[in-house]
């Protein structure tokens, strides 16, 4: 009895592909992710912008050369309220300022003298590994260009010092698209078991359209998602979470997020037959794509290519306004371009949706 | 008054017939069943009546409307019960029934009314504010059924009403749908033969996507049925042996005259103990034309 059930049970898993696929192809898919994600951080190019208050010779030779290290990109500036600017948008990973008399400094060390150079570097908190590379080569690098061991002064700190260290700062956002991703499956699962269950051709016997139906089940889930994101927020709050930019437009973009959730579980629905195809899919797509979109670790040490991809994810622009938002505090401006992707991915998505209900309504 | 009329109705599925060139007129106030096997085409029939399907070919008329053109027209006058018991779960009797009535833009007092007196007539009041799950298999049939009733429509299509229960329920079931036959234009499909027999007032037997044989239950028996058969029982049956078929230790004698087989058997010395008649039934009528067994 119980090797028959066994060996049925065996047939049940291996028969359905989507089931095998989520046993096995998962895992892997982790695997290779995580790989990649944690492996080689490729040649990346860091944009770093310099403030230059000593305007000499020496200083001028001191950033070409700077320049020429390959993966460093300077940027210069004439004063520090716009690199500050462009720090908080992103524009720039840090940002180092050249203090007066900086050359006359210099030629003083080359004679011997006893002399402290003091450079300033803000950086962006965000980034904690790349700033860390670029501190490392500025310091060799200075002390090569002093051409003997001096007192080096490098005073870097992070922008905006009223940052507590506080980790859920940087996660709460993540974690809180994440949740919001969870609608895919609810979405999915939801509508497919309607459709599995007969109860979907119950409602199209009776004179609603597609569109009826679509925010039919959209409109429950949009409700859902208001619950969800107030009690993240809540959470997030009591762990000591503090949103430096204006909470309203951290609202926008996650309400965005669950909108364009709702769209893929719809699309999702429309296309699964069964139940146990909707939840399985919705959660290998997932999954790979929280993880791409930076959600669980920073995007910053991935290779090239698979930031590119992560360029492809709605959840990307959504963790990457989100973010600028809670930590750095971004105008509008800042983020403007992460909100119209999501605008127009959640149009999208939406109107393939009513096109795909419309074919489910009659077959 | 034609209320269902079919021209040409052909359903393809991949190259499969699953409707083959049905052409049906159904009179209102008319009960008409599909009678047929698993698989026949009835669902797929009902299906492309109630606008969920449109048809490979041909023309559906639902009362003044052409279904493929006019979907949202037809599915206002017509009220569906589908083949499974689809109920949602986690809502009450009360709430489904609300659901489907709102669907149909019905206002909440008329939905409470009518609700109310579908839920006393199928029995199911007493537990109309439990959450459905827990109610009882015939009984989310019965609701199943009445969903498809909330808004009073004219035309009402079964797809196998009591499939799955057992007798007392499909009984109650049947009581229920004489109660308003002749009222409203009833498509019941069916693979019980009994159910058939009992409520149509026309039958059409399809096999294979096809009308195989259309007529009032009786015409259907005698036309296609075969004479009335005796089975007698009693002593010296061998006597006749050859005469007649022997089975089981019966005589079994295809003629409907039973004083001249009293007659006969007594001239060749058999005593019977009991004689008894088998009325023809559909199944025989059935296999006469199909050639295969109905089976449940």
Not at chain 1, 177 to 191: C, D, E, K, S, W
Not at chain 1, 214 to 226: D, M, N, R
Not at chain 2, 49 to 59: E, M, V
Request: net charge neutral; aromatic share 8%; with cysteine.
């Amino acid at each position: 009895m119980i090797l028959a059930l066994t060996s049925r049970n065996i047939k049940e898993i291996f028969r359905n592909r989507m089931r095998i696929g989520f046993l096995l192809g998962m895992p892997i898919a982790f695997m290779l992710i995580f790989n990649v994600a944690f492996g080689s951080s490729g040649e990346e190019i860091i944009n770093v912008g310099i403030i230059d208050l000593d305007n000499s010779e020496i200083s001028a030779t001191y950033i070409e050369n700077l320049g020429n290290i390959s993966g460093i990109n300077i940027i210069s500036y004439d004063n520090e309220e716009n690199a500050l600017k462009d720090l908080k948008d992103g524009n720039i990973l840090a940002y180092m300022t050249i203090p007066e008399h900086f050359g006359e400094n210099m030629m003083l060390i080359w004679n011997n003298s006893n002399l402290e150079i003091d450079l300033k570097i803000k950086y962006d908190e965000t980034l904690p590994n790349t700033a860390s590379k670029f501190i490392s080569i500025v310091t060799s690098y200075t002390l090569q260009f002093s051409r003997v061991s001096i007192p080096l002064r490098i005073d870097s700190e992070p922008i905006n010092i009223s940052y507590e260290k506080n980790l859920v700062n940087f996660f709460a956002p993540g974690i809180v698209i994440f949740g919001l991703m969870v609608l895919i499956p609810t979405a999915g699962g939801m509508i497919t078991h309607d459709k599995e269950k007969g109860f979907m051709e119950r409602i199209l016997t009776t004179p609603v359209t597609s569109t009826q139906i679509l925010l039919g089940y959209s409109l429950p889930l949009f409700i859902v998602a208001l619950i969800q994101i107030a009690t993240y927020m809540g959470v997030g709050f009591a762990l000591g979470m503090k949103i430096y930019g204006n909470i309203f437009l951290l609202f926008a973009v996650y309400i965005l997020t669950a909108l364009w959730c709702i769209g893929i579980g719809m699309i999702i629905s429309a296309w699964a037959k069964r139940e146990d195809q909707a939840e399985p899919f919705s959660w290998i797509f997932m999954i790979p794509v929280a993880m791409l979109s930076g959600l669980w670790f920073p995007l910053e040490n991935m290779h090239p290519v698979v930031k590119a991809i992560a360029n492809l994810f709605p959840s990307t622009y959504s963790v990457n306004a989100a973010r600028a938002l809670v930590l750095k505090g971004s105008e509008f401006s800042a983020i403007s371009n992460s909100i119209y992707i999501l605008i127009v991915t959640t149009v999208i998505l939406f109107l393939v949706g009513i096109f795909l209900f419309k074919k489910l309504v009659v077959k | 008054m034609i209320a269902i009329e079919t021209h040409g109705l052909t359903k393809e599925f991949n190259g499969l017939i699953a409707v083959d060139n049905l052409n049906l007129k159904i009179k209102k106030g008319e009960l008409f069943s599909l009678l047929g096997p698993n698989g026949a085409g009835k669902t797929t029939t009902i299906k492309m009546l109630s606008c969920l399907l449109n048809p490979t070919h041909g023309k559906i008329r639902i009362l003044e409307y052409d279904a493929v053109e006019q979907p949202y027209e037809v599915k206002k006058v017509i009220g569906v019960s589908p083949q499974e018991t689809v109920i949602s779960e986690f809502l009450n009797s009360w709430e489904n029934l609300e659901l489907i009535g709102r669907l149909h833009r019905m206002d909440k007092k008329t939905i409470k009314e009518r609700s109310k007196e579908l839920l006393e007539t199928l029995g199911l009041m007493e537990r109309a504010k439990d959450p459905v799950h827990k109610l009882s298999g015939g009984m989310k049939r019965r609701l199943s059924l009445i969903m498809a009733l909330i808004h009073d429509p004219a035309i009402l299509f079964l797809d196998e009403p009591t499939l799955g229960l057992d007798p007392q329920s499909r009984r109650a079931i049947w009581e229920y749908i004489r109660k308003f036959k002749g009222e409203k234009t009833i498509l019941l499909t069916t693979h019980y033969m009994e159910e058939a027999d009992q409520l149509s007032d026309r039958i059409g037997i399809i096999d294979e996507g096809r009308i195989v044989a259309l007529d009032t239950p009786e015409r259907l028996k005698e036309r296609y049925s075969k004479k009335k058969v005796v089975l007698v029982e009693g002593e010296n049956i061998e006597n006749v042996k050859g005469k007649y078929t022997i089975d089981n230790n019966r005589l079994v004698i295809e003629d409907g005259d039973i004083k001249g087989i009293v007659e006969r058997l007594s001239k060749e010395g058999v005593i019977i103990k009991s004689i008894k008649t088998e009325e023809p039934t559909l199944e025989e009528v059935f296999i006469e034309i199909t050639g295969k067994e109905l089976r449940e």
